[in-house]
T-cell receptor, first 116, second 117 residues
Framework: AQSVAQPEDQVNVAEGNPLTVKCTYSVSGNPYLFWYVQYPNRGLQFLLKYITGDNLVKGSYGFEAEFNKSQTSFHLKKPSALVSDSALYFCAVRPRLKGGSYIPTFGRGTSLIVHP | GAVVSQHPSWVICKSGTSVKIECRSLDFQATTMFWYRQFPKQSLMLMATSNEGSKATYEQGVEKDKFLINHASLTLSTLTVTSAHPEDSSFYIC?????????????FGPGTRLTVL
């Protein structure tokens, strides 16, 4: 079975500082990994995904994520946070095995609050 | 690309009435769509997987007669909440599977806020 852990319910960071939102996963074989962002009363917006290749993935709005196979992590990062980045962030994992479930498993979400 | 729309964005109805929510993939064909429910400050709860031209697959604990799903075309899936009650009030989000993209990404609609009085 696949699972995703987002160990922090909330992350607080000052505007202009770097931010990290943590995600670890458990899945059979090599995974596809995703990050989504949800603003209040809105659906999820796709940010970025890891498929293969370079472990550092760049996505929308200046976000990036680093795939670390040995630590089974896919932390979301941004060098300089903006107040407008304040939202709920979801990590998701899906196995790439043939015959495996194509339904991704989502983490519980991490609320990012960027203070002015 | 990869835009998913949802209609209506919000709806208020009386207890006992039925409400239909539409989910459309605007620029790609989606053989599979998903319906989620989200409670305040909580993660997504997958309700069902909707496959074009066949019956939906419901997650354990989700009443199929209560939440009717129809996926009549490659770009449209509908969720009908039948005989809605206040406990059905929630934020419902659909997503569509874009199989043509590498890694088979899901794209989400903007959600529908249902309030049952």
């Amino acid at each position: 079975a696949q699972s995703v852990a987002q160990p922090e319910d909330q992350v607080n960071v000052a505007e202009g500082n770097p931010l990290t939102v943590k995600c670890t996963y458990s899945v059979s074989g090599n995974p596809y990994l995703f990050w989504y962002v949800q603003y209040p009363n809105r659906g999820l917006q796709f940010l970025l995904k890891y498929i293969t290749g370079d472990n550092l993935v760049k996505g929308s709005y200046g976000f990036e994520a680093e795939f670390n196979k040995s630590q089974t992590s896919f932390h979301l990062k941004k060098p300089s946070a903006l107040v407008s980045d304040s939202a709920l962030y979801f990590c998701a994992v899906r196995p790439r095995l043939k015959g495996g479930s194509y339904i991704p498993t989502f983490g519980r979400g991490t609320s990012l609050i960027v203070h002015p | 690309g990869a835009v998913v729309s949802q209609h209506p964005s919000w709806v208020i109805c009386k207890s006992g009435t039925s409400v239909k929510i539409e989910c459309r993939s605007l620029d790609f064909q989606a053989t599979t769509m998903f319906w989620y429910r989200q409670f305040p400050k909580q993660s997504l709860m997958l309700m069902a997987t909707s496959n074009e031209g066949s019956k939906a697959t419901y997650e354990q604990g989700v009443e199929k007669d209560k939440f009717l799903i129809n996926h009549a075309s490659l770009t449209l899936s509908t969720l009908t909440v039948t005989s809605a009650h206040p406990e059905d009030s929630s934020f419902y989000i659909c997503s569509a599977r874009d199989q043509d993209r590498v890694s088979d990404t899901q794209y989400f609609g903007p959600g529908t806020r249902l309030t049952v009085l």
